[in-house]
């Protein structure tokens, strides 16, 4: 009963391909976003989504594209790939409209288990 | 804009002493701030938040956290480390904004619990 699933965990890859990393929550949240860890462990976010607005961080580059095809899903594409893009991507999902408050899960983010992508 | 950070790269701690990892913010806003943990190889656990209310959180495996506005601080601590609390933690912010914000992570800071 994996809550946030991602697939591949592993993709390698050669310079130029395209590839598509695919996310899906069970947890019935109404957003879900992407994030990349670097080789240093830094966390950025790259876009967040709901099925009101798409938030893109600004320095993503537009080879980057989400895809939901339903709530419950949100793909990664990638484009052109370039050496620089390898690092891990996390996608990850919260509930955020219904009330906030500290006893309850609204807010927090639910990670997946990561992909690691190599591009050689 | 919003930052966070964690001034700490490593913090070492025996096992059965508290422990203490150090986080700041600045958000323009009011803050929506969270801690989660990293293991090898692994996705971000979730440890605890802090939305509203007390100032003293309490979360997953005995952690706590402290909010403190005047010091924009949300350190997290624990009365008594375990050797399995090693891992890398990252501290968290958000603003109250409202809407699909992500979250403004720290540069994470490795605790290691020495036996």
């Known amino acids: 009963d994996t809550a946030v699933s991602q ?51 600004e320095t993503v580059p537009n080879r980057f594209s989400p895809k939901s095809p339903d ?7 990638i484009n052109s790939l370039e050496l620089g893009d390898s690092a891990v991507y996390f996608c990850a999902s919260s509930q955020e409209l219904g009330g906030t408050g500290p006893s309850n899960s609204y807010n927090e983010q639910f990670f997946g288990p990561g992909t690691r992508l190599t591009v050689l | 804009a919003q ?10 701690v025996a096992e059965g002493n508290p422990l203490t990892v150090k986080c700041t913010y600045s958000v323009s806003g009011n803050p929506y701030l969270f801690w989660y943990v990293q293991y090898p190889n692994r996705g971000l656990q979730f ?56 979250l403004t992570f720290g540069k994470g800071t490795h605790l290691i619990i020495q036996p």
């Not at chain 1, 994030?35 to 790259?46: E, H």
């Not at chain 2, 010091?71 to 409202?98: I, N």
Request: aromatic share 12%.
């Open chain 1, 7 to 57: 697939t591949p965990k592993y993709l390698v890859t050669q310079m130029g391909n395209d590839k598509s990393i695919k996310c899906e929550q069970n947890l019935g949240h109404d957003t879900m976003y992407w994030y990349k860890q670097d080789s240093k462990k830094f966390l950025k976010i790259m876009f967040s989504y709901n099925n009101k607005e798409l938030i893109i961080n």
């Open chain 2, 47 to 102: 440890l605890l938040k802090y939305i509203t209310g007390d100032n003293l959180v309490k979360g997953s495996y005995g952690f706590e956290a402290e909010f403190n506005k005047s010091q924009t601080s949300f350190h997290l601590k624990k009365p008594s480390a375990l050797v399995s609390d090693s891992a890398l933690y990252f501290c968290a912010v958000r603003d109250t904004g409202g809407g699909a914000d992500g």
């Open chain 1, 71 to 77: 709530k419950a899903h949100l793909n990664l594409h």
């Open chain 2, 3 to 12: 930052s966070v950070a964690q001034p700490e790269d490593q913090v070492n």
